[in-house]
T-cell receptor
Framework: GESVGLHLPTLSVQEGDNSIINCAYS??????FIWYKQESGKGPQFIID?????DKRQGQRVTVLLNKTVKHLSLQIAATQPGDSAVYFC????????????FGTGTQLKVEL | DTEVTQTPKHLVMGMTNKKSLKCEQH?????MYWYKQKAKKPPELMFV???????INESVPSRFSPECPNSSLLNLHLHALQPEDSALYLC?????????????FGSGTRLTVV
């Protein structure tokens, strides 16, 4: 069936370095791809999204890249900070007729001082 | 108010109990969702309400019964649950017209079935 998944379950980076979190998806019908951050004891928090007809979108310290040819999504975090430590989920959304948001498997990002 | 509020934060219930989870938002969002999240796993969609009507039921067992009394409230009624139903139950709302940023999640109810 259709699925969204991640390559690396855990990513450790040094403070100040750039982080790259990857995600593979298989549902070509998705309209949006979204990255969420989830800290312990909290619900997922929206980071950034990208529409399916775009390749790149930038936010504050974050960039999302979408490669539809290989069905790959990535989140780049610049100058990673200790507060970035969390689990990151990619998610895909199919809109219309009851919008459906499906999450990928998640990557634990650990920032080392 | 830009939050989704879920109560209670923690709930322990026996397999013969009946309990309800509550979710409230005052952002004017017309779509509301229930998700279930097991430890170290992604949230899994259970139900979607759009304009107070159930639009998606992801084949959830009938021991979970959702209810949307009005556009600001979403309930999840629980009855005869099993220990494997223990999880974090997340509520979300969205202003949906095609933008992922419209989703706002609550902090969840940590449910333990004994």
């Amino acid at each position: 069936g259709e699925s969204v998944g991640l390559h690396l379950p855990t990513l450790s980076v040094q403070e100040g370095d750039n982080s790259i979190i990857n995600c593979a998806y298989s549902n070509s019908a998705s309209d949006y791809f979204i990255w969420y951050k989830q800290e312990s004891g909290k619900g997922p928090q929206f980071i950034i999204d990208i529409r399916s007809n775009m390749d790149k979108r930038q936010g504050q310290r974050v960039t999302v890249l979408l490669n539809k040819t290989v069905k790959h999504l990535s989140l780049q975090i610049a100058a990673t900070q200790p507060g970035d430590s969390a689990v990151y989920f990619c998610a895909e959304e199919v809109t219309g007729g009851g919008n459906k948001l499906t999450f990928g498997t998640g990557t634990q990002l650990k920032v080392e001082l | 108010d830009t939050e989704v509020t879920q109560t209670p934060k923690h709930l322990v219930m026996g397999m013969t109990n009946k309990k309800s989870l509550k979710c409230e938002q005052h952002m004017g969002h017309r779509a509301m969702y229930w998700y279930k999240q097991k430890a170290k796993k992604p949230p899994e969609l259970m139900f979607v309400y759009s304009y107070e009507k159930l639009s998606i039921n992801e084949s959830v067992p009938s021991r979970f019964s959702p209810e949307c009394p009005n556009s600001s409230l979403l309930n999840l009624h629980l009855h005869a649950l099993q220990p494997e139903d223990s999880a974090l139950y997340l509520c979300a709302s969205s202003d949906r017209q095609g933008a992922g940023y419209g989703y706002t999640f609550g902090s969840g109810t940590r449910l333990t079935v004994v």
